[in-house]
């Protein structure tokens, strides 16, 4: 009941303080606790926002931050814009003009409103007003709109009215609307728009006009694209070609959410890059090379060799990459990949994605630096890592501007420990930085000094298309991010050297977070770091565990009683990847292995007797002691939900007819051909990829795990048997 009351007192404060008030806006007000509950001057303005979710996040973080209690108001729509609202009060002092708007419907209230705006009240006299007043309830409604704005209005255009969004109209969007709906075609598509607002208006003339269709404009009505963006896609459209550009504005006609509209954005520019900078023969790389231009010769090409290159046809015809086939001897596949803005080499690669011998691969080095300049022969994920622009410098200064230098180095110090991590696939070091209803920011680190740097999409959180504004798209385009062509995060590669280089990346997150999902506090934030550890490293934790677990008894000579380690080492300095080699001493026996730097600590603080032998580095494979064994291949098998995008391995793929076709399978690197252990990925049984297929899931498992075990056995890198496939995945 008491909240009630409170909750009352901050409602009336509200009705009766203008300063606490944006009309058009969600607006964030609190109240000071400290202040007496009845004194107005208790209540303040926090913010105010276009939407709620904005208003709503504010609060929140308003009330952790200050601890005083935070409410969201609505705008106040009987407020006209442009304090028209008063001209209509002054209107309805006249009785015929009072009964016009009361009983009039919404056409007519949007007509009122149109025509008070254009006749520019504030510069007439109180006898001119009294006649326009007067005009608008008697003479025709096209024609007082004609002669109050900027020209002729077709009666057609009226019908328009009663969709407008007219308390939220200025004098200028009345006369664009006007002008707009003068031309047929545009008056019979905004017809079809459930709510004309403003924020279309303004913009509808910036729209191509083979993009004018009614689903797009209402995607418009409440997302504002930047002219420049305008143009940028304009001129797409016309560099796209005829067939392109068909196929394109046919596909505008699915647009419902303001993350389709940014798709198809999107496609428009990589449309125009095929077809200008991606163009076949646009790059001669000389007479040993032959460009694949189109899907037709990257699928010969790819059974050719059998590689991977027909599944990258996507690739190719979004302009990120060309590929060539090089004559030899050995012939080759060569990926030209579009990095920063220029061409680069990337994959190289021989028959079934085999390397190649590195004096062939040299000439192919050779070839393509003559043909393109020094500059294309670098590694592509270096230069992509490297690239800054102003949106990635605004975002890094907003980091620092609005969070705490401890939570800032915090990110910092999670996003440094990870460099270098990874052990390879399902294998990774990462973090993981995720705000409400898993809108996150993440970096997993491969083992050198790249990081892949992902902000979650609307591909796999559908909540994300709401924040899909023009700046951040704007945002995340100069900052170097990938736009998803499929089920991907936004993306982009990011080099660490050096520490600096984390705390960069960490003051670009939180500002990034800030600016795209109106994260303000830190405390809203759950940091999530994994790293992974090695087989003999989880032994050894396993070990650890046991001892630190087990009370140690009273041993039976002095040679085995506990005793303090000697600190003989500088734990500060090590990196914590290094592994030593130590010696437990308990009272049943003397056990041998190898430790992380942490457990040792652990280990010395609990006083576990030990005793530090050599410096060495375990690898998975290894016996402890580093002699290399001699063992039988050994397959782990685990089930995953999603198999379509594999990194380097054997693909098992079960063909689904006229549906394509499904990966069941998939065999991790090629390291069991020399007798290494083999990891295998198995579709799981209630993966949603199965329904595609017209058979037994637990049947078409068992045989894949059958094909897989041949594979592995006779070491083939090519298979078919039935509608089964192996083939090898760069």
Same mark, same amino acid.
């Given at each position: +009941?008491?909240?009630?009351?409170?909750?009352?007192?901050?409602?009336?404060?509200?009705?009766?303080?203008?300063?606490?008030?944006?009309?058009?806006?969600?607006?964030?007000?609190?109240?000071?606790?400290?202040?007496?509950?009845?004194?107005?001057?208790?209540?303040?303005?926090?913010?105010?926002?276009?939407?709620?979710?904005?208003?709503?996040?504010?609060?929140?973080?308003?009330?952790?931050?200050?601890?005083?209690?935070?409410?969201?108001?609505?705008?106040?729509?009987?407020?006209?814009?442009? @304090?028209?609202?008063?001209?209509?009060?002054?209107?309805?002092?006249?009785?015929?003009?009072?009964?016009?708007?009361?009983?009039? !419907?919404?056409?007519? #209230?949007?007509?009122?409103?149109?025509?008070?705006?254009?006749?520019?009240?504030?510069?007439?006299?109180?006898?001119?007003?009294?006649?326009?007043?007067?005009?608008?309830?008697?003479?025709?409604?096209?024609?007082?709109?004609?002669?109050? @704005?900027?020209?002729?209005?077709?009666?057609?255009?009226?019908?328009?009215?009663?969709? $407008?969004?007219?308390?939220?109209?200025?004098?200028?969007?009345?006369?664009?609307?006007?002008?707009?709906?003068?031309?047929?075609?545009?008056?019979?598509?905004?017809?079809?728009?459930?709510?004309?607002?403003?924020?279309?208006?303004?913009?509808?003339?910036?729209?191509?006009?083979?993009?004018?269709?009614?689903?797009?404009?209402?995607?418009?009505? !409440?997302?504002?694209?930047?002219?420049? %963006?305008?143009?940028?896609?304009?001129?797409?459209?016309?560099?796209?070609?005829?067939?392109?550009?068909?196929?394109?504005?046919?596909?505008?006609?699915?647009?419902?959410? =303001?993350?389709?509209?940014?798709?198809?954005?999107?496609?428009?520019?990589?449309?125009?890059?095929?077809?200008?900078?991606?163009?076949?023969?646009?790059?001669?790389?000389?007479?040993?090379?032959?460009?694949?231009? @189109?899907?037709?010769? +990257?699928?010969?090409?790819?059974?050719?060799?059998?590689?991977?290159?027909?599944?990258?046809?996507?690739?190719?015809?979004?302009? %990120?990459?060309?590929?060539?086939?090089?004559?030899?001897?050995?012939?080759?596949?060569?990926?030209?990949?579009?990095?920063?803005?220029?061409?680069?080499?990337?994959?190289?690669?021989?028959?079934?994605?085999?390397?190649? !011998?590195?004096?062939?691969?040299?000439?192919? #080095?050779?070839?393509?630096?003559? =043909?393109?300049?020094?500059?294309?022969?670098?590694?592509?994920?270096?230069?992509?890592?490297?690239?800054?622009?102003?949106?990635?410098?605004?975002?890094?200064?907003?980091?620092?501007?609005?969070?705490?230098?401890?939570?800032?180095?915090?990110?910092?110090?999670?996003?440094?420990?990870?460099?270098?991590?990874?052990?390879?696939?399902?294998?990774?070091?990462?973090?993981?930085?995720?705000?409400?209803?898993?809108?996150?920011?993440?970096?997993?680190?491969?083992?050198?000094?790249?990081?892949?740097?992902?902000?979650?999409?609307?591909?796999?959180?559908?909540?994300?298309?709401?924040?899909?504004?023009?700046?951040?798209?704007?945002?995340?385009?100069?900052?170097?991010?990938?736009?998803?062509?499929?089920?991907?995060?936004?993306?982009?590669?990011?080099?660490?050297?050096?520490?600096? !280089? $984390?705390?960069?990346?960490?003051?670009? =997150?939180?500002?990034?977070?800030?600016? +795209?999902?109106?994260?303000?506090?830190?405390? %809203?934030?759950?940091?999530?770091?994994?790293?992974?550890?090695?087989?003999?490293?989880?032994?050894?934790?396993?070990?650890?565990?046991?001892?630190?677990?087990?009370?140690?008894?009273?041993?039976?000579?002095?040679?085995?009683?506990?005793?303090?380690?000697?600190?003989? #080492?500088?734990?500060?300095? +090590?990196?914590?990847?290094?592994?030593?080699?130590?010696?437990?001493?308990? %009272?049943?026996?003397?056990?041998?292995?190898?430790?992380?730097?942490?457990?040792?600590?652990?280990?010395?603080?609990?006083?576990?007797?030990?005793?530090?032998?050599?410096?060495?580095?375990?690898?998975?494979?290894?016996?402890?002691?580093?002699?290399?064994?001699?063992?039988?291949?050994?397959?782990?098998?685990?089930?995953?939900?999603?198999?379509?995008? $594999?990194?380097?391995?054997?693909?098992?793929?079960?063909?689904? =007819?006229?549906?394509?076709?499904?990966?069941?399978?998939?065999?991790?690197?090629?390291?069991?051909?020399? @007798?290494?252990?083999?990891?295998?990925?198995?579709?799981?049984?209630?993966?949603?990829?199965?329904?595609?297929?017209?058979?037994?899931?637990?049947?078409?498992?068992?045989?894949?795990?059958?094909?897989?075990?041949?594979?592995?056995?006779?070491?083939?890198? #090519?298979?078919?048997?039935?509608?089964?496939?192996?083939?090898?995945?760069?």
């Amino acid at each position: +009941m008491a909240m009630m009351v409170e909750k009352s007192w901050v409602e009336r404060a509200y009705d009766q303080k203008s300063a606490l008030k944006s009309d058009t806006l969600f607006n964030v007000v609190a109240f000071d606790d400290f202040a007496f509950a009845g004194d107005d001057n208790a209540l303040y303005l926090v913010s105010s926002h276009n939407n709620p979710t904005d208003a709503e996040a504010s609060a929140r973080a308003h009330t952790a931050r200050t601890g005083d209690k935070s409410y969201v108001y609505p705008p106040r729509r009987e407020n006209l814009a442009d @304090g028209l609202g008063q001209w209509v009060q002054e209107g309805c002092a006249r009785p015929r003009f009072r009964a016009f708007w009361d009983e009039g !419907d919404a056409a007519t #209230r949007a007509y009122v409103i149109a025509c008070v705006a254009l006749a520019d009240l504030a510069n007439r006299s109180a006898d001119e007003r009294a006649s326009v007043f007067d005009e608008l309830t008697t003479e025709p409604r096209a024609t007082m709109i004609a002669r109050l @704005g900027s020209g002729r209005v077709h009666v057609e255009s009226l019908k328009t009215l009663e969709r $407008c969004d007219a308390l939220n109209f200025r004098r200028n969007d009345w006369n664009t609307l006007f002008l707009l709906l003068d031309d047929p075609k545009t008056r019979r598509t905004l017809g079809h728009v459930k709510v004309v607002t403003p924020t279309l208006v303004r913009q509808v003339a910036a729209v191509p006009v083979g993009l004018r269709l009614p689903a797009l404009l209402e995607v418009l009505a !409440d997302n504002a694209v930047d002219t420049d %963006q305008w143009e940028r896609l304009a001129t797409a459209l016309e560099d796209a070609g005829p067939t392109r550009r068909a196929t394109l504005v046919r596909s505008a006609r699915l647009v419902r959410t =303001a993350s389709d509209f940014w798709d198809l954005f999107h496609r428009c520019l990589d449309a125009a890059q095929t077809e200008t900078m991606g163009k076949r023969g646009a790059i001669a790389l000389g007479p040993r090379f032959i460009p694949l231009a @189109g899907a037709d010769a +990257m699928h010969e090409e790819a059974q050719r060799m059998e590689n991977c290159l027909g599944r990258l046809v996507d690739r190719s015809a979004y302009g %990120q990459s060309l590929y060539f086939a090089w004559l030899g001897p050995p012939r080759a596949t060569v990926e030209l990949a579009a990095v920063a803005g220029r061409w680069v080499l990337g994959e190289v690669g021989g028959h079934a994605n085999e390397p190649l !011998d590195p004096r062939v691969e040299a000439v192919i #080095r050779t070839a393509v630096g003559e =043909a393109l300049g020094a500059n294309a022969i670098v590694d592509r994920r270096e230069v992509a890592g490297r690239v800054r622009g102003s949106a990635f410098e605004h975002c890094i200064a907003v980091g620092r501007r609005e969070f705490s230098d401890n939570d800032r180095a915090a990110l910092a110090d999670a996003l440094f420990s990870i460099r270098g991590r990874s052990l390879g696939p399902k294998r990774n070091a990462y973090v993981v930085v995720d705000a409400d209803n898993h809108l996150y920011f993440q970096a997993l680190a491969d083992p050198g000094g790249n990081y892949f740097v992902e902000i979650s999409s609307h591909r796999y959180i559908p909540e994300v298309s709401r924040f899909l504004t023009s700046s951040a798209v704007r945002m995340l385009e100069e900052s170097g991010f990938e736009w998803p062509r499929g089920e991907a995060n936004f993306k982009r590669m990011w080099r660490v050297d050096l520490r600096s !280089d $984390c705390v960069d990346l960490a003051d670009f =997150a939180l500002g990034a977070l800030w600016e +795209m999902f109106g994260v303000r506090t830190f405390a %809203q934030l759950k940091l999530k770091v994994t790293i992974p550890v090695g087989d003999v490293e989880r032994a050894a934790a396993e070990h650890v565990e046991a001892l630190l677990r087990r009370p140690l008894a009273t041993p039976a000579t002095t040679d085995v009683s506990p005793r303090k380690p000697e600190r003989d #080492r500088d734990f500060e300095d +090590m990196n914590r990847a290094d592994v030593w080699w130590i010696t437990f001493v308990d %009272q049943w026996a003397l056990i041998g292995c190898a430790v992380s730097r942490d457990a040792y600590q652990r280990l010395v603080h609990s006083k576990v007797a030990m005793e530090p032998i050599d410096r060495m580095v375990a690898t998975k494979g290894d016996s402890p002691r580093g002699e290399a064994t001699d063992r039988a291949i050994k397959i782990t098998w685990t089930d995953d939900d999603d198999l379509a995008s $594999c990194g380097h391995g054997l693909e098992i793929s079960y063909d689904c =007819a006229d549906r394509g076709s499904v990966v069941v399978a998939f065999v991790e690197g090629y390291g069991w051909r020399s @007798g290494k252990h083999a990891e295998v990925r198995l579709l799981a049984e209630d993966a949603s990829a199965w329904a595609m297929v017209d058979g037994n899931a637990a049947a078409i498992r068992e045989e894949a795990r059958a094909i897989v075990i041949e594979v592995l056995r006779e070491r083939k890198m #090519r298979l078919t048997r039935g509608r089964f496939e192996v083939w090898a995945n760069a």
